[in-house]
């Protein structure tokens, strides 16, 4: 059997606000949705390409009122879904920042864990240009799950693993009753396309940078935020590595990454509220970290997330 593979992507997002709050089971029955329109983060994985079994690979989730919006898709996303109390059914859309598949191993997960627990509507994905394309890789990947899940005795909902994906321009990219995202064009080394993304509510600005460099753009995008969640590395700990080609590792860290002083100068130009540090690229402490941010000139909040924390 071969499933059709992908919705036409105007089709799938006429869908309208009703469609997009039919996510609504948690994992052990928790309660859903929060009794208010607040809008929370949740750190679901802070982690990188390492497996450490602390930091589950990145993603995070921006969850107002009924809605959750989903950023990257790392590895153990669906755990971290479920162990934060969020729906398991399927987020309100995903948002890719790039195709580093550290930030996509998970996208499986979400597609067909979210199925299996129930989701009947297509998964609405949005990312750089290659995300339509990876979706439909993915669902043809999958296909005998599909057509035993389909076709036999589990009666699994005909079409719920669809993927509405949209590969999407900088500019805004969602906005719809109160929220609205913007996908910001970001450096990371030889990538062609890699985005942050800004998040406004009536309530809470909430940036997240993905895998980027030191950038101005995402300085200025990111101007009076609330949050401000970026990634970084303890610029005082990269060397060459043992190993072949590891002596490109400082070059490799300086093109595609940002150290804790740039992200400072990023932060001090954007002047969040509260500056959160994820994806932390190679060995580091949490109080030196913060102190290359101060060298960096930021001066305001800043803290190490840790897996299932909320902001
Ligand atoms: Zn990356
Ligand atoms: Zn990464």
Redesign the pocket.
Known sequence: MSPPLLLCAAAAFTLGLSAELSAQRTYGGAPWPPPNDSTVVVMLGTG??APNPERSG?AVAVVVGPRVFLFDAGPGVMRRVAAAKLPIDGPTSVFLTHL?S??TLGLPDVIFTSWVMGRSTPLRLVGPAGTAKMAEHIVSAWEQDIDIRTNGLEHARPGGYRVAARDVQPGVVYDSAGVKVTAILVPHGSWKQAFAYRVDTRTRSVVISG?VRYSEALAKAARGADVLIH?VYDGRRVVPERRAGGDAWPSYMKSFHASDVEVGRVAARAQPKLLVLY?IVGPFTPNELADGVRRGGYRGRVVVANDLDRF
């Open positions: 990188m390409p990145p580093h550290d930030h895998d990634e994806h």
